[in-house]
């Protein structure tokens, strides 16, 4: 049996999601963030020496990293579903894309995270204007121009097709959704980009969908 170790407002939910979609019977072991500090509890650390999720343990194996997850269960689960045809055009669209969304997309999401938090962060007051102008000097040169390009750009591959690979949902959107659903809360991903709102709906319509936010509990980036 799958036991996903499954932290709260995470990646690991696409994780769930993915075996809603491939039917696939697992567990889950909760996990809570740290109120103060948004960390992973300590407790992870027992499954993996990172202390990170997602991990998920099948048997004997533990994987962690999400792109790795999907991997691994597309190749011992999927039976050929949620992927194009190996030599074609969208498998080659598919690779990219599950590799775009933690090497490309999530970097100057956390980026924008980190330091719209210096900018909120107590500290003594005459820290607090320099610590702020270094902050906005940083989003305003750096992130966020990053932000506005890398959305740009997805807006114009969904401008292309349905789905992230081609005309077919596959793996690929579902390891697309964290970033998008953080760019749509926190990155400036609004109605100036409608094909990229429209595949959020599509995605969160889906049951698979529905299914893994029911499991999985509260899930603050599950919004249009």
């Not at 963030?33 to 048997?59: N, Y």
């Not at 607090?128 to 966020?144: E, H, Q, Y």
């Amino acid at each position: 049996m799958i036991t996903v170790h499954h932290l709260n407002n995470s990646r690991s939910q696409r994780v769930l999601w993915l075996l809603e979609e491939l039917g696939v019977p697992y567990e889950i072991k909760h996990y809570q963030r740290d109120p103060k500090t948004m960390l992973a509890p300590p407790e992870l650390r027992q499954v993996h020496p990172l202390g990170k999720s997602p991990v998920i343990t099948d048997g004997d194996v533990t994987v962690a990293e999400s792109g790795a997850i999907i991997d691994y269960l597309m190749e011992r689960y999927a039976q050929g579903r949620l992927a194009p045809a190996a030599g074609t055009p969208e498998a080659l669209r598919h690779r990219y894309w599950m590799h775009f969304a933690e090497g490309s997309a999530m970097p100057p999401l956390l980026l924008k995270l980190i330091f719209e938090r210096i900018k909120h962060t107590k500290m003594p007051f005459f820290i607090k204007p320099i610590a702020r102008g270094i902050a906005d000097k940083v989003l305003g040169t750096l992130v966020d121009p990053n932000l506005s390009r890398q959305l740009d750009f997805i807006e114009g591959e969904l401008q292309k097709s349905e789905w992230f690979a081609g005309p077919e949902f596959t793996a690929a959107d579902i390891q697309m959704s964290f970033p998008l659903e953080a760019s749509r809360q926190r990155a400036g991903l609004d109605e100036r980009r409608p094909k990229a709102l429209a595949w959020l709906a599509r995605i969160h319509a889906r049951p698979a969908y529905k299914r893994a936010l029911e499991r999985g509990g509260p899930y603050s980036f599950a919004n249009d």
